[in-house]
């Protein structure tokens, strides 16, 4: 009981003082919790936890073929706990310090082409009934904008009546951002607003209880889930006619960064709409579009067809 509860305290910091993200800290708690269970069968307490034991447990992830990236995850949530306990006063040693991440490759992020992308929205327009509607304003929104889906799960309906041409995002750490609205979103929203106390509980519209999201649900949090969202997605790229494999929330994202560029928008305008803090997150896109340089250079440099 007493490494639960420190693993409680630990959440608690990164709350208060750390301000993490309601995303980040589930992320924590699962990680410490399944390193918890893992110790618990070895007779031992995450809080006195030896590099013999993080060892064991990172041979426990490869043996249950969890990617290299996964593991380097798991590894920094237990750095980040042993700091924790050291700060405050509870070990004086962080047994991850000496033991190295797994290498990760550098992996490109997944994108959809313009065609496919021009699909989905096709479809998308064609709504008819208010379920349809909602999911128009989304992908919208996700495309026109490059929201993470936390971000567009959590907006509330008066950041989108400031200006109709932008949105103000709250992002990651807490920044805020301004993002331009497309023509084409702003319309999609518009009508969908129309629309959106009807997704409010017919109690909460009776007592007057709106709670402001911009896309309310009957669901413990008050607003559509991350995970609902992936979900109509999925069933929206089947519609289209379009692996849905190759749809999610993030993949939109990957594609409004994507065809930005691809279009001559510069990576410092794309590195602030989409909230990175670093512009090397966001050079990966130009790896992306190696392929589309390399035709270019081929297709029209004078020397290109000769010899």
């Known amino acids: 009981m007493v490494g639960s509860s420190r693993i409680s305290l630990f959440l608690e910091m990164m709350a208060a003082e750390r301000g993490a993200s309601l995303n980040t800290l589930q992320a924590y708690?699962?990680?410490l919790e399944r390193f918890a269970d893992f110790l618990k069968g070895q007779g031992q307490?995450?809080?006195r936890a030896t590099p013999s034991d993080v060892r064991s447990y990172l041979e426990d992830l490869t043996a249950e073929d969890l990617s290299p990236r996964t593991q380097a995850r798991h590894l920094s949530s237990l750095k980040q706990y042993f700091l924790f306990l050291m700060e405050e006063g509870i070990r004086n040693d962080n047994p991850v310090g000496e033991i190295n991440p797994p290498k990760i490759g550098q992996s490109?992020?997944?994108f959809l082409s313009v065609d496919d992308t021009e699909?989905?929205?096709?479809?998308?327009?064609?709504a008819k009934d208010k379920e349809e509607v909602r999911l128009h304003a989304l992908v919208e929104l996700l495309y026109a904008t490059g929201l993470r889906v936390s971000e567009l799960v959590s907006l509330k309906a008066s950041q989108t009546q400031r200006d109709p041409r932008i949105l103000t995002v709250l992002g990651k750490g807490n920044k805020e951002r301004i993002v331009p609205l497309s023509l084409s979103a702003r319309e999609?929203?518009?009508?969908y607003i129309a629309?959106?106390?009807t997704f409010l509980s017919s109690g909460d519209q009776v007592a007057g209880h709106d709670q402001g999201w911009l896309f309310p649900s009957r669901g413990k949090s008050g607003h559509l889930t991350r995970h609902r969202v992936g979900q109509l997605l999925k069933e929206l790229a089947i519609k289209s006619g379009i692996d849905p494999k190759k749809i999610s929330p993030h993949i939109l994202r990957h594609a409004f960064a994507t065809h930005l560029l691809e279009n001559g928008a510069d990576l410092r305008s794309v590195q602030k709409m989409l909230g990175h803090s670093d512009i090397s997150t966001t050079q990966i896109y130009t790896h992306v579009l190696q392929d589309r340089l390399q035709r270019l250079v081929l297709d029209h440099h004078p020397l290109s067809n000769k010899g």
């Open 29 to 31: 708690q699962r990680d």
């Open 45 to 47: 307490r995450p809080d």
């Open 108 to 110: 490109l992020p997944k």
């Open 119 to 126: 699909r989905l929205l096709d479809t998308a327009r064609d």
């Open 188 to 191: 999609a929203l518009d009508t």
């Open 195 to 197: 629309q959106r106390q």
